[in-house]
């Protein structure tokens, strides 16, 4: 069965080999992974999410989604894989095990860290229940055989908007202080990652003393760690931190891709402030800029972005068309804070060490070769710091603002990313 893509479209468009829109999840787990309850597991999940079990066809004129009959893989390797092709049965999604590891790993114009939970959840239920040999609570655990709602399929951004919304605030769209080309720091080819682990009950604590939230507070705290190692500079420092519009749409099953971005700017003016001065302005900007109204407009202005896209006479201006945008889109951007949420896996949970998510968004090519994902579970916050540079001199920056604001931290590890990588869409 072939499905036309919408949301999907910009993303699709905008994956080139250097930028594959890619992201992994990784679940560390108490025990190491059984391979044969893994595919197991996989093998049920599955059943229950179909419109995850596709592959991506295209013709002259069109580019879309078509049904994959093949079983989605389960690999043995803790590297980087390529979706789309061989290797994962032309799947664009996989599932790999390493040690106590399992990694989710994904492309995003399949869903968002938002769309995969539900998959993740109900795959852990039942690896878990097979593993331990126990009748876990299936509450709000979606299971093969249920009935699927149709609106996990309906994509609420073809929906159409009559009236014009009213924008309570412009977001941010002039050029932001560019790290790749105003910092102190050389950059390099490899993306290292260190993950840092903060107790939640203490920092919610401190979360809620400064009128702040765990995704405000860090990208605060980034935004001050870059101001420490470039204080003279003329342009301000702007977070692009990533937004679930689920919420703000009343779609709460759709499984597409629902990205948005608040642009928190810190300036010299908000430098000059008081610590909880500077997070109260971050968290009103963050309120102000996911209102409904402005999600809205976001969304006309996507409706108008897929009909330029379609009225384009062939793939490769669309392809060129997106990466321009693109480019153009991120040199608004210093850095990038992804948080999702604080993570529900169920009676799963008890089993699970760690959580991790790796998005491939800090590129070296491209104005934010710095990216922070937060996750939280069981107990804990983990900060997976990526960046593309030479010398930990942000990262130790960032880690002065964690000591100085008396937040408890361990640096759990440091390695390079692995990420999965994206066949080529346009050169075959």
Not at 402 to 419: A, C, M, P
């Amino acid at each position: 069965m072939k499905h036309p893509l919408y949301s999907e479209l910009r993303t699709v468009y905008e994956t080139t080999l250097q930028n594959p829109h890619t992201f992994r999840v990784t679940i560390k787990m108490k025990d190491m992974v059984d391979g044969d309850i893994l595919e197991y597991a996989v093998r049920k999940t599955t059943k229950r999410y179909p419109y995850f079990c596709v592959k991506i066809e295209k013709t002259e004129s069109e580019i879309f989604f078509a049904d994959n009959p093949a079983p989605l893989p389960v690999l043995h390797t803790d590297g980087p894989i390529t979706l789309g092709g061989e290797q994962t049965n032309e799947h664009l999604l996989a599932v790999c095990r390493w040690k106590n590891k399992i990694h989710i790993d994904l492309w995003h114009a399949l869903t968002d860290g938002g769309g995969i939970y539900s998959f993740i959840k109900t795959l852990l239920h039942y690896y878990c229940a097979e593993y331990y040999k126990l009748d876990l609570s299936t509450q709000n655990v979606r299971l093969a055989g249920d009935p699927i709602d149709p609106a996990e399929w309906e994509d609420p951004a073809q929906k159409a908007i009559d009236s014009v919304p009213f924008a309570p605030i412009e977001k941010w769209h002039d050029p932001g202080f560019q790290l790749k080309d105003g910092g102190r720091i050389a950059l390099s080819d490899k993306c290292i990652v260190y993950n840092i682990r903060i107790p939640e009950k203490e920092f919610m604590r401190f979360n809620f003393s400064n009128d702040g939230s765990p995704g405000t507070v860090i990208s605060l705290f980034l935004a001050r760690a870059i101001q420490r190692v470039t204080p003279m500079k003329k342009d301000p420092i702007v977070i692009a931190m990533c937004v679930n519009q689920r919420r703000m749409l009343h779609a709460p099953l759709a499984h597409q891709s629902l990205v948005g971005d608040v642009r928190l700017v810190y300036d010299e003016k908000i430098n000059a402030l008081p610590f909880s001065a500077q997070a109260t302005s971050f968290r009103g900007k963050v309120i102000l800029q996911s209102d409904a109204d402005i999600v809205l407009e976001e969304i006309k202005e996507y409706q108008q972005i897929v009909q330029d896209l379609k009225a384009l006479p062939d793939h490769a201006a669309r392809h060129r068309y997106a990466v321009e945008r693109m480019d153009r889109m991120t040199s608004y951007f210093t850095a990038t804070v992804s948080y999702v949420g604080k993570t529900d896996m169920g009676e799963a949970e008890k089993f699970i060490q760690e959580f991790h998510v790796l998005p491939s968004t800090a590129l070296p090519s491209s104005a934010t070769p710095l990216t922070l994902e937060l996750s939280a579970m069981n107990g804990s916050f983990y900060v997976n710091f990526m960046q593309y540079f030479e010398n930990d001199c942000y990262l130790n920056a960032f880690i002065k603002e964690l000591r100085e604001n008396d937040i408890d931290y361990d640096v759990l590890y440091q390695e390079q990313t692995k990420y999965p990588g994206m066949i080529d869409l346009w050169n075959s």
